[in-house]
């Protein structure tokens, strides 16, 4: 909105249509998930800024959570909360670049329990800090 550079606008346009395009290849799942997996990912997908909880996933799925948290390990390989932490992460990354927001403000929006503990997860699944990755991608 407060652009008036046009090469800047349409430098931000292609930006916005990679990071769709890569969220798109990314959504898609393989074939090889059960439909309650299935189910499981596209409820953390479309609820991404809700608190989540096996709880919560479970109940809506109407399973047991115990079979869930089986169920979901031994198809994807990660946890469901660690399935979760990776997904806020990454979606955290078009705030950190398209958005004027703090990193707690980022990490409050994602429901995570506080700054420390949204850079430690952002850092332990990039590499860096949520401040460094928004540093190196603004040049």
Known sequence: EKMDDMKKLEEFEYSM???FIQT???EQLPP???PMVKNAIT???EHILDDLSLGTISAELYVNPSYLSNIFK???GATLTEYI???KVEESKYFLLHSEMTISEIAVLFRFC???YYTSLFKKYTGITPKKYREI???
């Open 24 to 26: 798109l290849k990314e």
């Open 74 to 76: 031994k198809e994807t």
């Open 32 to 34: 090889k998930y059960s």
């Open 114 to 116: 506080n700054q420390s």
């Open 85 to 87: 932490n990776r997904k």
């Open 17 to 19: 249509v990679s990071t």
């Open 43 to 45: 409820y953390i997908h």
């Open 137 to 139: 991608q603004a040049v």
